[in-house]
């Protein structure tokens, strides 16, 4: 059986945050929108149903778990959590804190990312680290 690997382009958009049963926790490099990237750490995995049944229901939890976390780390208006893929195709999912008003609002975040100011990301890790 393979070993996880961490997609080079995720690894280099992000920082590594923490780890939860099932997941890799990075935060996105992204200062317009707090965001958590969620990537199971199974080989392999490229679409939600490749992920096995009951690394499923977890992956439903640790989504849920992040996404009320991240809301009450950042107080947002609203959680969004989208699994694209068509740039990296390891599977992950994005959990992002949008407010009215953002660069995006109310449509879907999409774009460039516009990176933190130096130490700022390095906070925000340290901030959501504690949230678990």
Known sequence: MSEF????RLAAAGVHA?????????????ARFP???LVPRRPGLVEIFDVDPADRVM??????????ELKALTRCHKINVM???NMVPQFHIHII????????????????????EPGALEEFVQRVATMF
Request: net charge negative; aromatic share 6%; proline share 9%.
């Open 5 to 8: 690997v961490l997609d080079e």
């Open 18 to 30: 923490f780890d939860l049963p099932l997941s890799r926790v990075l935060v996105l490099n992204d």
């Open 35 to 37: 965001r958590l990237i």
């Open 59 to 68: 992956l439903t939890e640790e989504i849920a778990i992040a996404s009320g």
């Open 83 to 85: 699994a694209l893929g």
């Open 97 to 116: 804190a949008r407010n009215p008003g953002d660069a995006c609002w109310p449509g879907p975040v999409a774009g460039d990312q516009v990176p933190y």
